[in-house]
């Protein structure tokens, strides 16, 4: 593919996508391509995890195509150099216990320039809309006039972003958990804020109902208040930890924050804050403790790709490549400063993270074009799924995309928290299923009731739901 899509003959980089073909090649209809999210998610298991998630009859129709985009994985990766392990809370701008964020100034303007250092030919191309056209690309070196479409989180973006790059060349399009394509990106994480207050009450009442298993609370205000002394307790005294990052208040916010995209994962925060809970009432922590506290903790950080040949900080660096690429961001500190300050008092959950600085404040390139334009122009052919109580692309972001894409989408709402509605909801699942088997988007915008406690507890999670990317 082209690097720089105005200089289609200059240099080139490589993509690496992968293939399941149709279960029944004579019902055959196309490709459904799929994005996991991200920014910077490894696309190329996607199809694998998709075979447990659609029906037979949407299988039977479609070769599954999962690509890693540019910039990720195994498609000419980038890095910063960054050693994810010890900058836990920075790399989601977490201000200082006392809400300075001197320690966040520095650490963007310093990855910034390591970003330019390590990766500064690549990064100013590294963008939603280069990814899009890379997209067509497959679409075309596969020989399929049109492309189907199965995104989630920011691949709901990468979505709308193609529709509206190449109109004409999308058949049916799923955008699963949305963004609000006006918001790309640092209004978009401001989102977080209330989306997180949104969530945590779904939480709070879990751990109330198992209280003598906990004992965090009888009540979902008793566990709240448990919540505000740990954090309090922990940005006070940070709890040491030999060969991994210190136990303070942010990485509690963290493991709360990200964990909270699926109810299954429930246990592992209610385990957590039992076990920190222990530790600051002064109780002695032996060693299997604090081993099982770190893993637990280090379950929802910005990690690395886990592969030899991948830079252990890809999707770091491939994230801010996106984020800050795709539109420019303010430069202020004194905005920052100020808006972080006053967030932290209104959402204290996220502490003021979602409007404090990020390297794209300090980033060395800027955008090479405006953000793509997202319009309703085009077929009917458009279902967006979200949930109520999503943590991370809130229910106003969602309405956001079905505002933009107007009456080329119908939109389904389910009455459940989470990040991720595919495999979770049996209402949300049958539309989506019979829109890809047969073209049949519902008429008119739905509303899904919660699916019943047991059965979400016996599901497995959406497939990428991201525990290790912001979207």
């Not at 945590?200 to 009442?205: I, K, Q, T, V, Y």
């Amino acid at each position: 593919m082209p690097l720089d899509y105005r200089a289609p003959r200059g240099r080139s980089i490589e993509i690496a996508i992968s293939r399941i073909a149709a279960a029944q090649p004579g019902s055959r209809r196309g490709i459904l391509l799929s994005n996991p999210g991200g920014p910077g998610g490894s696309g190329l298991d996607m199809p694998s995890q998709l075979t447990f998630a659609l029906a037979p009859e949407v299988l039977d129709r479609y070769d599954l195509i999962g690509f890693d985009p540019r910039g990720v994985g195994h498609s000419t990766p980038v890095t910063c150099g960054l050693d994810t392990t010890k900058q836990f809370t920075l790399l989601l701008p977490y201000p200082a216990p006392d809400g300075s964020i001197e320690r966040n100034i520095a650490f963007a303007r310093e990855t910034a320039a390591a970003c330019a250092e390590h990766s500064g030919d690549l990064l100013p191309f590294i963008t939603t809309a280069n990814t899009a056209r890379d997209m067509d690309r497959i679409r075309a070196a596969l020989g399929e006039p049109k492309l189907s479409y199965f995104g989630i989180s920011y691949g709901t973006y990468l979505g709308a972003v193609y529709l509206s790059l190449f109109p004409g060349r999308d058949d049916r399009i799923v955008l699963d958990s949305a963004v609000d394509p006006s918001l790309v990106w640092r209004d978009m994480w401001r989102t977080w804020n209330k989306a997180v207050a949104v969530r945590l009450p779904d939480f709070l009442a879990f751990a109330a109902e198992r209280d003598a298993v906990y004992h965090l609370g009888a009540t979902p205000d008793e566990v709240r208040r448990t919540y505000d002394r740990l954090t309090s307790a922990l940005d006070e005294r940070p709890l040491p930890n030999p060969g991994g990052p210190v136990f303070d208040g942010n990485v509690l916010r963290e493991v709360t924050r990200s964990r909270l995209y699926y109810d299954g994962y429930f246990p592992i925060i209610a385990e957590v804050w039992r076990e920190l809970a222990t530790a600051v009432s002064g109780s002695t922590m032996d060693t299997a403790i604090l081993t099982r506290l770190d893993r637990l903790a280090t379950i929802g950080k910005i990690g690395g790709a886990g592969r030899a040949e991948i830079p252990a900080d890809n999707l770091v660096a491939a994230l801010y490549a996106v984020i800050c690429d795709d539109a420019a961001w303010p430069r202020s500190v004194a905005l920052h400063a100020r808006q972080t300050a006053a967030d932290r008092r209104a959402w204290p959950v996220t502490a003021g993270m979602p409007s404090n600085l990020w390297p794209c404040a300090a980033w060395h390139s800027r955008p090479v074009e405006p953000p793509v334009t997202i319009t309703g122009h085009g077929p009917r052919n458009v279902l967006i799924t979200q949930n109520t109580r999503d943590p991370s692309t809130s229910i106003e972001g969602a309405r956001g995309m079905r505002a933009a894409l107007g009456r080329r989408a119908a939109m389904i709402t389910v009455d459940q928290g989470g990040h991720g509605v595919i495999g979770l909801s049996r209402c949300a699942d049958e539309a989506m299923n019979s829109f890809l088997a047969t073209g049949a988007l519902p008429r008119r915008d739905r509303f899904c009731p919660a699916p019943p406690a047991d059965a979400v507890a016996r599901s497995a999670p959406s497939p990428y739901i991201p525990s290790n990317g912001p979207l």
